[in-house]
């Protein structure tokens, strides 16, 4: 069963008013805004979880760098105390070994 159309039926549909549409309207333009900066911010997230990523292995880079320098001094010098400042290098007494 059809239901037919027709002018009569036309004007007696009803709708909501204009001030209740832009609440609809609204709340959809909000969503996709917030959505838009959802999205703004998880790009950001990932970009700079890379970053940190990049920043780790450069840390680590450096620490071997560190140790490997650090072994090469033990081997030419012994176990030795370096002034970072000044470079000058004193014997390590048994005393600090056991600290």
Known sequence: MTKTVTKETVTKEKSITQEEL???MDC????LENLAQLGNT???ILTLEEQK???KSK???TEEVYTNHLSTIKEKYGEV???LQTGKIT???EESKAV
């Open 42 to 44: 998880e790009f950001q």
């Open 28 to 31: 959809r333009s909000s969503n």
């Open 22 to 24: 832009k609440v609809f």
């Open 59 to 61: 840390i680590k880079e």
């Open 53 to 55: 990523w990049e920043i």
């Open 81 to 83: 105390n370096i002034d």
């Open 91 to 93: 014997e390590v007494n």
